[in-house]
Nanobody, 126 residues
Framework: QVQLVESGGGLVQAGGSLRLSCVAS????????MGWFRQAPGKEREFVTA????????VYADSVKGRFTISRDNAKNTLYLQMNSLRPEDTAVYYC???????????????????WGQGTQVTVSS
């Protein structure tokens, strides 16, 4: 099982940017599709974006399309989320996640996730 540790969260003003990182342990990171989810207080965990195991294809939630960019560096076992033009409604705990199986589908629903990180808080002030 892959262990995931996120970092890079913090407090930022609306319109600002943050870059989240997720470092994975184990040799199989490069074989897993990966994703980012988020959970705001009182709300269910929701899909943000996902990337294929090779990094060739990505998918985004409509709410972040054009503002967020997912990427990965398989040589460094690291997943990234670049967040630009942040809005107060982006405030949430952000989680990185693996798909359920190597070489499998990108995780776009909570049920598609194999492993979760512990989360990192992102707060956007207005």
């Amino acid at each position: 099982q892959v262990q995931l540790v996120e970092s890079g969260g913090g407090l930022v003003q609306a319109g600002g940017s943050l870059r989240l990182s997720c470092v994975a342990s184990g040799r199989t990171f490069s074989q897993y599709p990966m994703g980012w989810f988020r959970q705001a207080p009182g709300k269910e965990r929701e899909f943000v974006t996902a990337i294929s195991w090779r990094g060739g294809t990505t998918v985004y939630a409509d709410s972040v399309k054009g503002r967020f960019t997912i990427s990965r560096d398989n040589a460094k076992n690291t997943l990234y989320l670049q967040m630009n033009s942040l809005r107060p409604e982006d405030t949430a705990v952000y989680y990185c996640a693996t798909g359920r199986s190597i070489y499998g589908l990108k995780p776009q629903r909570v049920e598609d996730v194999g492993s979760w990180g512990q989360g990192t808080q992102v707060t956007v002030s207005s």
